[in-house]
């Protein structure tokens, strides 16, 4: 459908010299869509980024944008803008002035630049400050006025390089709800680029988590986090348990998995898998249990390491038959008296088989 992508990766690659920086990205980044680019430093999200906008050229593959080959077009000639950790307003300029820079270039009559400021302003909450000065605004009240100066223009397509980075954690996390429902009210592609998980959960329609210059899984937040492709998202998104063991019996409706000499361990089919194939078991804190009987679908035997009062949680670090510790986190519901086990106590830990991934890679 014509129109449907506002951004299309088409086998692009980059290369520094000997490094390879991205390798072999194809990717389909719909219109009107919140999409981030997560993964570790050095994963090539970056990079990937600077590719859409025109600051890096691509060493092979196309980038499309609104349907058209970008080649070689610089910054300035592609339906972008770029809002970067920085900020980068211009310290001298007043806010008005600032949010206007890009309409001035255009030579855009002044009092459609007056309207579209003031527009901008109310749109990032922030009417009746664009007679000051950059320095006299907070953090937060700064990172809204860069927003303002790159929708200004209109862009089909708003590149995010990390722009919460130097906030503190609370007003981090405001700025994550505002930005999602700015997006939502402006209806422009945003492409964000993170290294922080729960901020890529909070805002996105989808994800694609980069590692090593490839993208290892691309899909909705509720999918990457109860369904990861491989360890490296199971591991990088959130906390995981792993349990390594073999394939011992296959049904038609379940994979059981031997994580030590006594307990088989059923999980739903998710992968073609072989009867001794090795094989990884993941499953979220979260989504266990500890009790001193068995009550879950699945059980396995434990005694208690440790025990972590973390205030919204209890946390039992539990060493199973095979020496291997798993983490479970429990909601605290009833103060002190919801830590019913100690350190050296034998429990249960239990789940469903549902809330576990099967792992092959």
Not at 2 to 14: Q, R, S
Not at 197 to 213: C, F, K, P, Y
Request: proline share 5%; glycine share 8%; charged share 25%.
């Amino acid at each position: 459908m014509p129109g449907e992508f506002a951004v299309e990766l088409i086998n692009v690659a980059k290369q520094f010299d000997q490094v390879v920086a991205v390798d072999d990205v194809s990717l389909q980044i719909r219109d009107g869509e919140f999409f981030s680019l997560l993964g570790p430093s050095g994963c090539g999200k970056t990079t990937t980024l600077r590719m859409i906008g025109g600051f890096e050229m691509p060493t092979a593959g196309d980038v499309l944008i609104g349907g058209e080959i970008q080649g070689f077009k610089p910054p300035f000639q592609r339906p972008v803008n770029t809002v970067f950790q920085s900020y980068a307003l211009f310290p001298h300029m007043t806010i008005f002035d600032n949010v206007a820079f890009g309409l001035q270039m255009k030579k855009v009559a002044k009092n459609e630049i007056k309207e579209r400021v003031n527009e901008m302003l109310e749109l990032v909450q922030l009417p009746g400050v664009g007679h000051r000065k950059p320095d006299q605004l907070s953090g937060g009240q700064q990172q809204r006025i860069a927003l303002a100066r790159a929708l200004i223009n209109k862009p089909k397509v708003l590149l995010l390089d990390e722009p919460l980075g130097a906030l503190d954690l609370k007003l981090r996390k405001a700025m994550q709800l505002e930005l999602k429902a700015l997006q939502q009210r402006v209806g422009i592609t945003f492409i964000y680029v993170t290294h922080d998980q729960e901020e890529a959960l909070t805002m996105s329609d989808r994800i694609a988590v980069m590692n090593e210059g490839k993208v290892w899984q691309l899909d909705n937040p509720e999918e990457i986090y109860e369904h990861p492709a491989n360890r490296f998202v199971a591991d990088f998104i959130g906390e995981t348990n792993f349990m390594e063991g073999k394939v011992s019996r296959l049904t038609d409706e379940r994979v059981f998995v031997a994580v030590d000499e006594q307990v088989p361990v059923p999980l739903l089919p998710t992968r073609d898998v072989q009867v001794g194939q090795a094989v990884t078991v993941a499953v979220r804190p979260e989504k266990l249990s500890v009790s001193a009987e068995k009550k879950r679908e699945v059980d396995i035997p434990g005694t208690v390491d440790e025990v972590i009062y973390i205030g919204t949680d209890i946390r039992y670090i539990v060493r199973i038959t095979d020496g291997t510790t798993l983490a479970v986190r429990e909601q605290n519901r009833g103060g002190l008296s919801a830590q019913r086990f100690s350190a050296g106590d034998h429990i249960h830990i239990g789940w469903y088989a549902r809330n576990a991934s099967l792992l092959t890679e």
